[in-house]
């Protein structure tokens, strides 16, 4: 009979073990799951940030091809006014020559 009582403890004290262990268990496999998702939103979070950076980049870099182009047309009109700047000196240049001629043909007669 003792030997049943003896048995009959273990039996109580392994059950006892058993869940326990099995409470521990379900405790770090909810701690698991819970950095699970809170792992999973960090990445949903981080894919947001890097979606918006993506579309900022895009962003300043359709800014920055508008804005070479607005200075390629600059540069273009610049380029334009000089040759007609520089046509226009050539016929100041010109006429300034052709009254020193007369003036000079004036003076000596």
Not at 57 to 69: G, L
């Amino acid at each position: 009979m003792n030997k049943m009582i003896t048995n009959s403890m273990k039996a109580g004290a392994l059950a006892l073990v058993l869940v326990a262990a099995s409470g521990c268990q379900t405790k770090q496999i909810d701690e698991a799951k819970a950095a699970a998702a809170k792992a999973q939103q960090d990445a949903a979070a981080a894919q947001s940030t890097a979606n918006q950076a993506l579309s900022t980049a895009n962003s300043a870099a359709s800014s920055a091809a508008a804005a070479k182009s607005a200075a390629d047309n600059a540069q273009s009109t610049a380029n334009q006014a000089l040759q007609a700047a520089q046509t226009a000196q050539s016929g100041v240049d010109a006429t300034n020559q052709k009254l020193d001629r007369m003036f000079k043909q004036s003076v000596s007669k």
